[in-house]
């Protein structure tokens, strides 16, 4: 054999021998590290016998000791209905029968602890805390059985297979395949999908279902965070789909709704921190005086949130009458736990549409002007499922131009809120707008006070409810034009003033 041969082959079998030796120190070293995902991991099969070997039927109970938290709770046998309307055996934990349980998880955990054969008999070690398996480590396991003989054993860290953890049975250490669920919390077997409220659909002729869009009939916000509760819900008004109602009355910005709805619509607990609540875990956790309380109906579903405490970037939180109390993320409440009611609003103190409007009253210093209002259908305009209709407008019995009444309706329109500066009126109106409505609806009415702290400002309120502060000079530009108007001439608006896409569609 040639010598440079020789040498390949010897080179050879010290890199096998060396391999195997660095095989053997893996496969038996302790590791401390998560435990394996589901025991889904590859692994030889077994030689080793069965030293759990009992079947469903078997368990009686299922106790399990987190002996390093000191937390312990029991897995029991119980029933469940399919959607199908079968029953079938499954597991669950004691005492949580009014709970949303997941069921699965805790008879995927179930199924590991009463049948266990090991990949890997250790035998007896001399140091069980390199093994997770010492004084006040790892997860005691005890089996109880309806033949009332149990068995108990311990769990402890991950080992260094590619799957598996290490077992103390009967002063021996094995490597076993253990579900991931044991290493979790207890509170990882509720359910946090709390809410979950259906969108409504549209059946088209064809029988075709779609989506709709979600509406919120009311929502109240109170707590802490709230000295001066708010509450809004669904308009009768055709441009604008929201009212506040409360602590002012005005129109709502109906790009906040969006917010509302995708925050209220779904909601999931970040965590759980206690079950079935006493009055002492309540007021531990803030929620006997919540910063925060979301009363509302979506799709005519309702709900109610309560948020206490907040530690890091998550708040206590309790839904509707369930005793658990939850985590949930600061994230995900952006909408409602803490928002100013002028950030809400419509910009403007009242958005009518125009042929919605069967009247309008104005009256000032210098008298009442009442425009009544004629809707005559459009044939050729209307649809099927749309009715057009112009408009034909007087004042006493004569004729007003609907070209001058439309741009001096939208200038009524246009007087637009300056802030959230609530004060009570003082003095008598310096003028007031009346709206009737053809639907029959109640009226709505406008007032404008001087301000005593400002000859620039005025306060506007709502059906006499203080709506906010408003410039004085659209107010005297408002004066003016009624005095024109009334006398069926054109007005002159700002020509350099803005409007929004509701004001227009409210003046169309």
């Known amino acids: 054999m040639k010598k440079t041969t020789k040498y390949i082959i010897i080179t050879l079998v010290v890199l096998i021998v060396l391999g195997a030796a660095a095989a053997a120190l893996i496969l038996t070293s302790p590791k401390d590290s998560e435990d394996d995902a589901s025991s889904s991991g590859t692994v030889s099969e077994s030689t080793e016998p069965a030293l759990i070997d009992k079947t469903a039927e078997d368990v009686k109970n299922i106790g399990i000791e987190d002996l390093a938290a000191d937390d312990s709770y029991t897995i029991i046998p119980t029933e469940t209905t399919t959607s199908s309307g079968d029953t079938e ?4 934990i004691e005492g949580w029968d009014d709970l949303d349980v997941l069921y699965s998880n805790v008879k995927s955990l179930a199924d590991r602890l009463y049948s266990i054969t090991p990949t890997k008999k250790i035998g007896e070690v001399e140091d069980l805390s390199e093994y997770g398996l010492g004084s006040g480590e790892g997860y005691k396991i005890t089996m109880n059985y309806t033949d009332g003989t149990s068995q108990t054993f311990t769990i402890g860290n991950k080992a260094g297979e590619s799957s598996g953890s290490y077992m103390l049975y009967e002063g021996e250490v094995y490597i076993v395949p253990v579900s991931t669920y044991l290493k979790q919390s207890k509170y990882d077997f509720l359910n946090k999908a709390l809410i979950a409220i259906p ?4 059946t088209a002729t064809d029988g075709t279902e779609t989506d709709s869009t979600s509406e919120i009939n009311s929502l109240h916000l109170s707590g802490q965070n709230y000295p001066e509760e708010i509450q809004f819900g669904l308009s009768d008004d055709e441009v604008l789909a929201y009212d506040i109602t409360e602590p002012i009355y005005a129109g709502m910005n109906s790009g906040k709704i969006d917010d509302f709805v995708k925050q209220l619509q779904n909601v999931t607990a970040a965590g759980v921190l206690a079950v079935h609540a006493t009055e002492e875990d309540i007021a531990k956790y803030g929620l006997d005086n919540p910063v925060a309380v979301c009363d509302y109906t979506m ?3 309702h709900h109610v949130i309560k948020l206490g405490d907040k530690t890091g970037d998550l708040y206590s939180m309790m839904v509707d009458d369930d005793t658990t109390i939850y985590t949930i993320t600061d994230s995900a409440v952006t909408s409602w736990v803490n928002i100013e009611v002028y950030s809400l609003r419509d910009g403007f ?3 009518p549409y125009i042929k919605s409007v069967s009247r309008v009253t104005l009256t000032s210093s210098t008298g009442t002007d009442v425009y009544d209002v004629t809707r005559i259908e459009n044939e050729e305009k209307s649809t099927e499922t749309n009715t057009f209709y112009d408009l034909e407008v007087s004042k006493d019995g004569k004729e007003i131009n609907y070209d001058y ?3 001096f309706y939208q200038m009524l329109l246009a007087i637009s809120v300056l802030n959230e500066d609530i004060q009570e009126p003082q003095g008598d109106p310096i003028l007031t707008i009346k ?4 639907d029959g609806r109640k009226s709505e009415e406008i007032k404008f006070y001087a301000d005593p702290a400002s000859e620039r400002r005025a306060v506007a309120t709502l059906n006499d409810q203080p709506t906010g502060s408003v410039r004085m000079s659209d107010i005297q530009k408002v004066l ?3 005095e024109v108007i009334a006398q069926n001439k054109p007005v002159k608006g700002d020509e350099e003033e803005s ?3 509701e004001l227009e569609s409210a003046a169309e």
């Open 89 to 92: 055996q499954t597991f669950t």
């Open 199 to 202: 969108t409504p659909t549209i």
């Open 299 to 301: 799709n005519d579903e």
């Open 349 to 351: 103190v009242r958005l």
């Open 405 to 407: 009444y439309q741009p």
């Open 435 to 438: 709206y009737d409505f053809f």
């Open 480 to 482: 003016e034009a009624k």
């Open 499 to 501: 409007t929004t896409s």
